[in-house]
């Protein structure tokens, strides 16, 4: 018996170390995989990249011989901008839109510095693609997109700024000295999506969603890409959100596997630039200009389900018509709500419509205005002349537009929930710069409240939330994203080079 017993503890034994060679073995050649193609595509790739570096230089050098950097000649410097976009279109012609983009949104650029690559593989990334399985679909599809992008040019430095996680952990699987940043707007995937699917406490879209067989498949469908996704954060080498409570969720998930793979532990928040000095230009706050407000409640935002528009409704016609919101008739008396948004296809069209329906089915519809793709001197227009700036959306990453609410010096009414409530509408010099909400009653109460202000109060918390809004401005954003791509730098000239 004693021998048996032996022999099976010895075939066990050599069982484990046959087991852990396997293992050993798999990863040995997958990463040896992963630095074949990487090295393939280096040598594919490498062509491109001097012609691409010699056309920049040759640019440069033309560009600061003709003297057009002096920033007296900002109009100049986009005469020739099309010459400098490097790659196509997908229908061959050069990308000029997105110069056009550029130019919309008041950015400076050096020309001859900027190249644009074009990617033909974007459709594996849209949601519609996958009506099932989305999140994953994406994700994967995303690995696609990047190999189409590799193909093209491999990066000295990658950072993702789109949320395609999945593809900064392909780079290090190809290139491994390759450092890599990710600036997370909104994590794919978060602890308050996973409690939305309680019927109890879930909101958002899909709030109560995991009851039943279905929902706990779903449930699990959840925490397993939760797993894959906190796994490819763990190989970021550095880590910035647009928020605190971006912040918050990315150290949950990425944190351990980033301490695991020995990253840096710290998650960096990196606020989005907004045109704060543009707004306060253009919009004063003083005694005077309050005569030139109109008791206008203004929602910016898309046409999309999560930013609640619905709710907005409902919370203006309880103000309207319940008549003991928080305070008197004559203070709501001739309001009005203003919804300015995008309208980007066919379901945004059909969503809009439905909303109409539900303003006159709540005997509203003369006191809403809906303005669909407005221009920004429209929207600047209507900044100036509203009175109070609202925030539908749970748990919104940031909230660029109650920004510019603020910087406007409107009266924010957010959602009591993510940016909005723990960066944007906090107590700032002594008192508040707007109000939270999170049920209709709230929203009708916040609303109230707003528009029966004295005329003191109301100009102190525009100024206010105009003072707490040049935490946001371009220049802030730009002094701590130096910061951290100085960090990719210095971390790319430790590395060895491939060239």
Same mark, same amino acid.
């Given at each position: 018996m004693g021998y048996n017993m032996r022999l099976v503890y010895v075939k066990l034994a050599i069982t484990v170390l046959a087991i852990a060679l396997a293992i050993s073995a798999a990863r040995c050649f997958t990463k040896y995989a992963g630095q074949t193609i990487g090295w393939s595509l280096r040598q594919r790739t490498s062509a491109r990249r001097g012609a691409i570096l010699a056309k920049v230089k040759a640019e440069d050098k033309d560009y600061r011989s003709n003297d057009r950097l002096s920033p007296k000649s900002d109009d100049e410097d986009w005469e020739k901008v099309e010459s400098y976009v490097a790659g196509s279109a997908k229908n061959g012609d050069i990308g000029a839109d997105d110069w056009e983009g550029v130019q919309r949104f008041n950015i400076h650029l050096h020309p001859p510095t900027i190249v644009f690559l074009y990617l033909q593989t974007r459709h594996?990334?849209?949601?519609?693609?996958?009506?099932?399985?989305?999140?994953?679909?994406?994700?994967?599809?995303?690995?696609?997109?990047?190999?189409?992008?590799?193909?093209? &040019?491999? *990066?000295?430095?990658?950072?993702?700024?789109?949320?395609?996680?999945?593809?900064?952990?392909?780079?290090?699987?190809?290139?491994?000295?390759?450092? !890599?940043?990710?600036? =997370?707007?909104? *994590?794919?995937?978060?602890?308050?999506?996973?409690?939305?699917?309680?019927?109890?406490?879930?909101?958002?879209?899909?709030?109560? !969603?995991?009851?039943?067989?279905?929902?706990?498949?779903?449930?699990?469908?959840? $925490?397993?890409?939760?797993?894959?996704?906190?796994?490819?954060?763990?190989? /970021?080498?550095?880590?910035?959100?647009?928020?605190?409570? !971006?912040?918050?969720?990315?150290?949950?998930?990425?944190?351990?596997?980033? =301490?695991?793979?020995?990253?840096?532990?710290? =998650?960096?928040? /990196?606020?989005?630039?907004?045109?704060?000095?543009? &707004?306060?230009?253009?919009?004063?706050?003083?005694?005077?200009?309050?005569?030139?407000?109109?008791?206008?409640?203004?929602?910016?935002?898309?046409?999309?389900?999560?930013?609640?528009?619905?709710?907005?409704?409902?919370?203006?016609?309880?103000?309207? $018509?319940?008549?003991?919101?928080?305070?008197?008739?004559?203070?709501?008396?001739?309001?009005?709500?203003?919804?300015?948004?995008? /309208?980007?296809?066919s379901d945004d069209a059909t969503r809009v419509y439905d909303l109409r329906l539900l303003a006159h089915e709540l005997k509203i519809k003369e006191d809403v205005e809906f303005i669909c793709d407005a221009s920004w001197p429209e929207?600047?227009?209507?900044?100036?002349?509203?009175?109070?700036?609202?925030?539908?959306?749970?748990?919104? $990453?940031?909230?660029?537009?109650?920004?510019?609410?603020?910087?406007?010096?409107?009266?924010?009414?957010?959602?009591?929930?993510?940016?909005?409530?723990?960066?944007?509408?906090?107590?700032?010099?002594?008192?508040?710069t707007g109000f939270h909400a999170a049920s209709v009653s709230d929203y009708a109460a916040g609303f109230s409240k707003a528009l029966s202000l004295s005329g003191e109060e109301t100009i102190a918390i525009r100024r206010r939330a105009r003072s707490s809004a040049k935490r946001f401005t371009e220049e802030a954003f730009a002094k701590r994203w130096v910061v951290q791509m100085d960090r990719l730098v210095e971390l790319q000239k430790g590395m060895p080079s491939h060239r």
């Open positions: 594996y990334v849209l949601s519609s693609t996958y009506p099932h399985f989305t999140l994953l679909g994406q994700s994967l599809g995303s690995l696609i997109l990047a190999y189409d992008a590799f193909s093209l &040019l491999v *990066p000295d430095i990658f950072v993702d700024t789109m949320g395609y996680a999945f593809t900064l952990a392909l780079s290090k699987f190809f290139f491994a000295a390759v450092p !890599t940043g990710a600036y =997370v707007h909104y *994590p794919t995937i978060s602890t308050d999506m996973l409690g939305s699917l309680d019927k109890n406490f879930g909101q958002g879209l899909n709030a109560g !969603t995991g009851k039943g067989w279905k929902g706990s498949m779903k449930r699990n469908y959840w $925490h397993m890409f939760a797993w894959m996704y906190s796994w490819v954060g763990g190989n /970021v080498d550095v880590v910035m959100t647009n928020s605190s409570w !971006t912040q918050a969720h990315m150290r949950s998930l990425w944190g351990p596997n980033r =301490v695991q793979r020995h990253k840096s532990s710290n =998650v960096e928040v /990196v606020f989005p630039p907004v045109a704060v000095e543009k &707004l306060e230009q253009a919009i004063d706050i003083s005694t005077e200009s309050e005569n030139k407000r109109e008791k206008i409640i203004l929602y910016i935002a898309q046409f999309r389900p999560e930013k609640n528009h619905a709710l907005i409704l409902r919370a203006f016609s309880a103000m309207l $018509h319940s008549g003991n919101a928080g305070a008197s008739n004559e203070a709501v008396k001739g309001a009005r709500l203003v919804l300015i948004g995008s /309208v980007r296809h929207i600047l227009d209507w900044l100036g002349k509203s009175w109070v700036g609202v925030n539908g959306m749970w748990n919104e $990453h940031f909230g660029i537009g109650v920004v510019e609410y603020q910087a406007a010096g409107l009266v924010s009414v957010v959602n009591d929930s993510g940016g909005p409530k723990e960066d944007i509408v906090i107590e700032y010099d002594g008192g508040p």
